[in-house]
């Protein structure tokens, strides 16, 4: 399951970057990223400070899941009541946790694509897409409602 997973998280690292390539060619040279109530732009970020922050945040963010998935996977399993307390909970659980590089990075391409639609001026792109601000944040609450299933199955054995 972990290697599944980890395919995952190169394709969706790929996608990533291939997205944040094609959004940075197309954005102004200054890109709004916080708006107010009236739709005026409260905060700009220049277009090559908006690419490296999103590339730092991705690499930062795909190096501590992989360094904390390594770092479950070698914990001892201790019998009992203690938190790997089976083969099975502790594969799922690594499982789980390194599905997060992968979700983030889909939340990170509906984002940037977003920021790059939103930047572009118009109207009724926008609003054709604006679908793609909530689709990340519904990956990040089915990856954790997959945890609540995963401790739910460890209680009842």
Known sequence: MVKLVNLTRVVTSILLILVLLFVYSNLPNRVGILYNSAGQVDWY???????????????????????????FQFLPIRPGRFFFSNELFKDNFTAWLSALAPVMNLFFVFMVAFVGIYNNGDVDLINSYSYLAYLGQFLVFIWLLVLIYILLKKGNK
């Open 45 to 71: 970020l220049d277009k090559n400070q908006f690419f490296y922050a999103s590339l730092i945040l991705f690499l930062s963010l795909n190096l501590m899941t992989v360094l904390f998935t390594k770092i």
